[in-house]
């Protein structure tokens, strides 16, 4: 019943074949945060992103160093878009790289050298279905060329909204936050060359979800507003807007006349399709959190607020780790036991969540980063000034990682231990199914909080050392600070080993080395066998439900289950069969991580993985 070794499988990976397309319909969400200095209890600009992505992918970051380029060179990022002339040194910066088995094209998050930081959220889809392009359009490269090029948030704004009028937008609708030590900007993107950007005022904080939130603005304020030029009279011209009189502009609405009533009905009302209400309950419970004063789910939310109470790095962390715990929503929208669903902050495609402290020493601005989600994974603090990441966590060379960046094979998000990302991926994982009861989640969730309350204990003796080390040493602030952050990177990952490894004690046995999800094989069977744990016999074969990680529970297939002693000790263990058709539907071709969950007959949950090689 043992498996092969990893190693076994390695050459088998370049017999896989890859298509460029995704192997279900990647629905992709997002939650952001911008508080303004004045607003936060530190002083400090801060921003606070959950990436959100559903299917198979692992997350690999990256400390890129300032590059020089050729005359004449261009920016080829993704097959038949726009090639943007490059300029002739581009700055070093810190990049989070969604490695997947589509072509991630809207996921990945930067940081410059300069402190100027890009993240996104899809506002997909808007009313636009036949934008202006030239070449192909831009989009991943919008992102990238940000990072590599801008000195501040505002210079960020405007290189951005120079490519969207040379090449147009190919994607349907997004927003990206754009943000330094000064300020933070939301700019407001429609598939083609029209976009709106508003600047997050000092003393307020905006939450942006998957939707557009900017209504009504004055478009000749230019130190907060940045819009294309004919943004009002193609609105007019498409008949999504209709002004109130001649000439007379100011009931623009930037979210009614571009967001699609696919989506969302005129009056913002919540609708009995979850589809549709998920970004107004992740918008209602980010403001309440924010503000401490209650909004109802019909009313037109601010595209920011002014918060009665400077707004704490902790209360970011809260935030985009909420499942809308302690209000009537709370597991209602969410697949039991787990409390993730598409409507909640830290969502079920939540892959990682980060906050971004600004500093005027743009070395000494942190990057608060979970692997994984933020509810169970902790908030590890890595500084910008590092000149590498810590180890396990960046997977391949920077330039290795540009190149294959849209190219991704089975093996670059197989699963593989040696990479820090597995650690908190397992641990996630093995808390799911069991979210409402047992230890697991009480012992991670105790573990996280002191890890972070000590790194935050820790953070001003920390800075201050790296300052005096500039005066001091040879090596200066930098050599300290990645000796720092790679130590408190691999604390995170082994507490989230030891955790794991304490509670993931029952063990299943898929009995297979590879698995095709194609072919004259139609079904798949996993054995638990009776342990001290668990009795096989107790277990309710019609409770149980097995398939990949990265899928929600639900999602998962039933199976029949038989008992036979397989190992001949005595015991009968439990031999489940599931249709591969239903349990590896949305599974990605390469070496995998199943689970398998279920009850006893007296309702004990547990859980379960195995490692298998999936081909197509």
Known sequence: MSKKPLSRFIALFTLISIT?????????????????????????????????????????????????HRTGEFIVLEEG?????????????????????????????????????????????????QGELAEGGIGYGLRRIVAERARTAREGVEIAAGLIDRYGYFDSGRTYIIADKTEGWMLQVVMGKHYLAKRIEDDEVAFIPNFYTVHNVDLTDRRSCLAS?????????????????PGDFRDFDF???????EFYDANWEIT???????????????????????????????????????????????????HDEGSPDF??????????????????????????????????????????RPCTSPYVPWYLGIKRVPEGYGQVDPGKGTDSDFRASAEDYGYDPTRAWWAFIDLQNLAEPQYEEGDVVKEIMSRRNNFEADCLKRQASVETEARSLD??????????????????????????????????????????????????????????????????????????????????IDKWAGGVGRLADLNKDGKPDLVMTFRVEDALRLAAPC????????????????????LVLIKE
């Open 81 to 129: 878009r726009a090639r943007i002339p490059q300029v002739p040194e581009t700055a070093a910066f810190f990049w989070s790289e969604t490695i997947a088995s589509w072509k991630a094209s809207f996921s990945d998050n930067f940081v410059n050298e300069w402190g100027v930081a890009i993240v996104s959220d899809s506002c997909w889809p808007s009313k636009e279905k």
């Open 331 to 372: 597991l209602t929208t969410s697949p039991r036991p787990t409390p993730h669903s598409i409507c909640t902050i830290c969502a079920s495609e939540t892959q990682e969540s980060l906050i971004i402290q600004f500093r005027d020493d743009p070395r000494l601005t942190v990057i608060w980063l979970t692997t994984g």
């Open 229 to 245: 030029p004919d943004l009002v009279s193609y609105a007019i011209r498409r008949g999504w807007y209709i002004p109130a009189g």
């Open 471 to 552: 005066q001091t040493s040879s090596e200066g602030a930098p050599a300290y600070l990645i000796k720092y952050s790679e130590a408190q990177a691999e604390k995170a990952r082994s507490q989230a080993e030891k955790i794991y490894g304490r509670f993931a004690v029952v063990k299943i046995d898929i009995l297979a080395d590879e698995v095709r999800k194609s072919g004259p094989v139609k079904d798949i069977q996993v054995t638990i066998l009776s342990q001290k744990e668990l009795e096989a016999a107790e277990v309710d074969a019609s409770s149980v439900r097995f398939g990949p990680g990265y899928v929600r």
């Open 20 to 68: 460029a397309l995704p192997l279900f319909s990647v629905r992709s969400g997002c939650s952001t945060v911008v508080v303004g200095k004045q607003a936060s209890q530190t002083g400090e600009v801060l921003l606070g992103h959950n990436e959100d992505n559903e299917g198979r992918l692992v997350i690999a970051r990256h400390m890129v160093p300032r590059l020089k």
């Open 591 to 610: 070496y995998s991580d199943l689970w398998l969950t279920g009850k006893t007959k007296r309702g004990n949950i547990f859980v379960a993985k195995d």
């Open 272 to 322: 009995t399709d979850p589809g549709k209400d998920y970004n107004i309950l992740r918008e209602k419970h980010a403001l309440e959190i924010l503000s401490g004063r209650v909004f109802d789910s019909k009313d037109v939310f601010p595209f920011a607020i002014k918060p009665d109470k400077k707004i704490s790095l902790e209360k970011v962390m809260n935030v985009l780790r909420t």
């Open 255 to 261: 979210k009614t006349a571009f967001m699609s009533p």
